[in-house]
Antibody
Framework: QVQLQESGPGPVKPSETLSLTCNVSGDSISSYYWSWIRQPPGRGLEWIGYLYNSGSTNYNPSLKSRVTISVDTSKNQFSLRLSSVTAADTAVYYC???????????WGQGTLVTVSS | ETVLTQSPGTLSLSPGERATLSCRASQTVSSYLAWYQQKPGQAPRLLIYAASSRATGIPDRFSGSGSGTDFTLTVSRLEPEDFAVYYCQQYGYSPWTFGQGTKVEVK
């Protein structure tokens, strides 16, 4: 059974960098594409970007200048860094396995990141 | 980017009734369209991919149809656990995008 679990340090101050890690179990991180998706409170879903082939990436152009997704294959986990955050980046952040070209078949439970001074 | 417009915004129905949800794409996405169900406090759950293929473990009361720009998710008979928000998502063009959601609520 594939399981994903997000973790992160908690609240972030404006202009700082948001950092999250997704731990993957039940599957090899080298075998699929892996995405980050976010959802502001009470709103819809936004795809942030994905990582594949143990390091190649594709980002949403709306966030590309601020996003980095990386992998640690030894720990079977991947990470998200989002720089220069503002209150608009407050959201539940999900990690997900991407399959069949672009569907998300396994999701983490999500972690709320609040940007506040 | 490809904009997905879902309608209606809210659907008020009773258990046992049929639910029909619509998703329209701003450009053709062929059959690269998925549907998800999300309940409060939970991650989305994949229901349908490739416009009409049910994901593993999804009951057959859920069905998807359409291609190109117009897609439909149908729930043949609503069960109590089906009241939730439903999102469509296209993966024909990067960036992958989601619709704004349709809430199916108890009438």
């Amino acid at each position: 059974q594939v399981q994903l679990q997000e973790s992160g340090p908690g609240p972030v101050k404006p202009s700082e960098t948001l950092s999250l890690t997704c731990n993957v179990s039940g599957d090899s991180i080298s075998s699929y594409y892996w995405s980050w998706i976010r959802q502001p409170p009470g709103r819809g879903l936004e795809w942030i970007g994905y990582l594949y082939n143990s390091g190649s990436t594709n980002y949403n152009p709306s966030l590309k200048s601020r996003v980095t997704i990386s992998v640690d294959t030894s720990k079977n986990q991947f990470s998200l860094r989002l720089s220069s955050v503002t209150a608009a980046d407050t959201a539940v952040y999900y990690c997900a396995r991407q399959n069949r070209g672009g569907i998300f078949d396994y999701w983490g439970q999500g972690t709320l990141v609040t940007v506040s001074s | 980017e490809t904009v997905l417009t879902q309608s209606p915004g809210t659907l008020s129905l009773s258990p046992g009734e049929r639910a029909t949800l619509s998703c329209r794409a701003s450009q053709t996405v062929s059959s690269y369209l998925a549907w998800y169900q999300q309940k409060p406090g939970q991650a989305p759950r994949l229901l349908i991919y490739a416009a009409s293929s049910r994901a593993t473990g999804i009951p057959d009361r859920f069905s998807g149809s359409g291609s190109g720009t117009d897609f439909t998710l149908t729930v043949s008979r609503l069960e109590p656990e089906d009241f939730a928000v439903y999102y469509c998502q296209q993966y024909g063009y990067s960036p992958w995008t989601f619709g704004q959601g349709t809430k199916v609520e108890v009438k």
